[in-house]
């Protein structure tokens, strides 16, 4: 959609992705509403997430389809699907486990101190 006003108040789902085919996709527990994390979707994973209610990612450091929790166990299951103003990111709200790699429950664990630009743990488990 060309029209800025248009693409704002359409109900038809036009995601838009970036030139690398991506699109940002932020995600949030349905049981806390804290952030659990951010990653990139693709066409692909945003179909497969949307067909299967469980999230699916762009994984752009192996360059490959990522199903969270497909290792580890810990799945994703979609409550609820939304886009923003101009539809170029997703926010999933989700039922989860730990949603880090690391096995904590989110991926932003530390906190930046702003007097001294150093960073400190917030979440460790």
């Known amino acids: 959609m060309s029209d800025k006003k248009t693409l704002e108040e359409t109900l038809e ?3 838009r992705f970036d030139d690398a085919g991506l699109i940002p996709c932020i995600t949030t527990s349905a049981v806390t509403g804290e ?3 951010f990653a990139f979707m ?3 994973a945003l179909r497969k997430t949307m067909e299967t209610g469980e999230i699916h990612y762009w994984s752009r450091s ?3 389809l990522w199903h969270k929790g497909a290792t580890s166990g810990n799945i994703q299951i979609v409550v609820n ?3 923003d103003c101009d539809q170029d990111c997703i926010w999933v709200t989700a039922e989860a ?5 690391t096995g904590r429950k989110n991926c932003f ?3 930046v101190d702003l ?3 150093q960073l400190r743990f917030i979440n460790k488990g």
């Open 13 to 15: 789902f036009t995601p």
């Open 35 to 37: 952030v659990l994390m």
């Open 42 to 44: 693709n066409e692909e």
């Open 62 to 64: 192996r360059t490959e």
């Open 81 to 83: 699907m939304r886009t």
């Open 97 to 101: 486990g730990p949603a880090c790699h």
């Open 109 to 111: 664990y530390r906190e």
């Open 115 to 117: 007097e001294t630009g």
